[in-house]
């Protein structure tokens, strides 16, 4: 190999280098700056249903969390004692700029049943018109906004998973009417290390109609970037203040994660 050749050869090495750092550094892409917009999407929109509200009363065995009378079951979410939301003929309603609620207690894997209403007169649009949450174990939101005729991402729409999952059709109730959820909610496992074992799922009825068929929990919602799991244990249930008049009544939550009736272990006869 002459001296040209060795030179060019070196070169060759040298540039292939160059370029394999740049490829990786753009696959680790640490420097990237999310903006909200990298996690909206705007299709596919979801079929509009006519549906009820799908009323229920609580099993006997349910754990009322909000019957209407105070707010007993519910602190601050900064841990004040005193919730700064206000109570009338039975419904609870956001006391815009107070801040989120949460319930004294803590839950793992659970069925929730919430009913929900944004005002009835329309104020804003889009995120800005009857925005709350219900977030299970604190971190993992379903999205509470007026989707009547309210064009937005469809991945924060009524009956989406914030930012992670579009709700499979658009049942909304019109602004001022009330809406039914039944979240059957299954909390994520973490090993002793905090690494997770298990994902989370959800599974969404709104006023009657599938919206989320088990879906896998990505991690923790968030409104910029990408949802990542930390570890946690049991945790409370959050309802959000996003600066609205949405209200809520009738809650109440039954525990999943020790019940004896799984039906796995069945006494099958040999065949
Ligand atoms: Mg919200």
Partial sequence: MNKFMRAYTLTLFFLVFLFAISACAQEVDEEREWVPEDTEFYEPVPPVIEAQPAFLEPPSDAIILFDGTDFSNWKMLNGDEDVEWTIEDGVMTVTPGSGDIVTRDNFGTVQLYVEWRAPAEIEGDGQGRGNSGVFLQRRYEVQVLDSYENE????????????????????????????????????????????????????????????????????????????????????????????????????????????????????????
């Avoid at 579009?166 to 905090?194: H, Q, R």
């Avoid at 879906?215 to 990542?228: A, C, D, H, R, S």
């Fill in 152 to 271: 937005t991402y469809v991945n924060g729409m009524a009956g989406s998973i914030y930012k992670q999952y579009v709700p499979l059709a658009n049942p909304a109730s019109p602004p001022g009417e009330w809406n039914t959820y039944n979240i059957i909610y299954e909390a994520p496992e973490f090993n002793e290390n905090d690494e997770l074992v298990t994902p989370a799922y959800f599974t969404v009825i709104w006023n009657g109609v599938l919206v989320q068929n088990r879906v896998e929990v990505k991690g923790n919602t968030v409104y910029i970037g990408l949802p990542e799991y930390s570890a946690h244990g049991d945790d409370g249930i959050r309802l959000q203040d996003h600066g609205d008049l949405v209200s809520f009544r009738n809650i109440w939550v039954r525990e999943l994660d020790n019940s004896p009736v799984w039906g796995d272990n069945l006494p099958w006869p040999e065949y």
